[in-house]
């Protein structure tokens, strides 16, 4: 049976391990999720907990998230969201639970706020170290869950977390074995009950008509609890709706700034901006009373964040839309090729037969085509992270595509117009053929 999911006040054994499928093993896991101790702890406990839930030295949780720390930085980021998640053992929640008003934890708002912010630079460490599908993070982080959930299958039946509800001190009953003692009660008569004397009653009244003094409190029944009146709500704050208008604003200066190809701008930093908006909102609100709402702001931005830290988006920029080009001499010749959003076809076709000519096309999602005389000198390289690249008889396809570098003198040999290219794309098809 599922324990609470807040509250120990002591520890107990089934005496057999958790059973069930994953998903009934990860919601036992939750529900008995490990509690921070006051003592045996380093920093706040994490280790600890762990080490004490599942009956191991807590030297050896240290250790592996030492390591696991220096394997990606999963360790920090596991020790972050502990500190989160699990509940100090003299509180009713953990600090994430009080910080959205689920009840009462010593850990302050403001340092419950710090943490989920800096949960933002130790995700991207993990997430964006070595890329999507070869960074040690990944790795470390399949191998932390495996074991935590391999970990709680054996072990998750020892030092169960005993549910604290509401009223626990107050509703326990006193015994001796099994047994509960409780006070008699005497009861009025119950309407329709005959209560004239009988024959044999000299006194003439009936015995449930006898006036009896008022039954006595049980000394060993404890009174019942008195619910605690709510506490009455102030004003609401403005801190939210101040916030989340001005993190609109610098979305919205900061998506025009990269779509205007400003150098320092973005989608990493503009995201990055705006979760420092938040940031400052929440901490803001930690004191004032107010801004939980950003939270369910927050998590969705970190989540594009890390997606776009993991990828390599840097060109974005440039504007939106098709680009074509065709110049006749060297001087209508750009340095540069560059769309955010869109597609780039460029011929070369018609530049002189003899010189020599650079220049780059760039985008951040689209297409980008460049059509080269057959007789001209072409050294190249194509690159791009999602999609596919054709050039010159060079081809490469998928995730993560290795640039493409070569030099292809034409048809005619050496000699000629040389043309120096360097296309590239972010998600899209990367194409030089000669027309």
Known sequence: MLEGMSGATGTQNSGRPAQGGFEETVKDFWASRPRRPQHGRKIAGVAAAVGNRYGIDPVVIRVALVAATMFGGVGLLFYILGWLFF????????????????????????LTVVLCVALFPAA?????????????????????????????????????PVARGVGDASSASWADGSASFTAASVSNPVAGTDTTAPAWDPLGAAPLA???????????????????????RGPRSKIGPITFAIALVVAGVGSVLVVEGEPWFTPQHVVGLVLGVIGIGMVA???????????????????????????????????VGELTGA???????????ERGLGNIELDLRN????????????????????????????????????????????????????????????????????????????????????G
Do not use: K
């Open 124 to 160: 991207s460490w993990v997430f964006s170290g070595g890329g999507w599908f070869n960074g040690g993070g990944f790795i470390g982080l399949a191998l932390l869950v495996a074991a935590i959930y391999l970990l709680h299958r054996s072990r998750g039946h020892l030092n169960r």
């Open 87 to 110: 509940a100090d053992e003299r509180d009713e929640v953990a600090p994430m639970e009080s910080l959205i008003g689920r009840g009462r934890s010593c850990t302050s708002n403001a």
């Open 327 to 337: 110049p006749r001499t060297v001087a209508e010749l750009r340095p540069v090729y």
């Open 285 to 319: 609100g930690s004191f004032a009373r107010g801004g939980r709402g950003l939270i369910g702001l927050a998590i969705p931005l970190s989540v594009i964040g890390l997606l776009l830290t993991s990828a390599p988006v840097d060109d974005f920029r440039g504007g």
């Open 351 to 434: 530049l002189p037969d003899s010189g020599a000519v650079s220049t780059s096309v760039r985008t951040g999602a689209g297409n980008s085509s460049v059509i080269v005389p057959d007789t001209a000198d072409v050294t190249f390289t194509c690159e791009n992270s999602i999609g596919n690249i054709e050039c010159l008889g060079l081809e490469r396809s998928g995730l993560g595509n290795e640039p493409v570098s070569s030099t292809d003198n034409g048809t005619d040999g050496p000699g000629g117009l040389n043309i120096t290219l360097h296309v590239q794309t972010t998600t899209g098809n990367v194409e030089v053929r000669r």
């Open 210 to 232: 006898w006036d009896l003094p008022d039954p006595q409190p049980d000394p060993f029944t404890p009174p019942p609890a008195t619910p605690r009146p709510p506490a009455p």
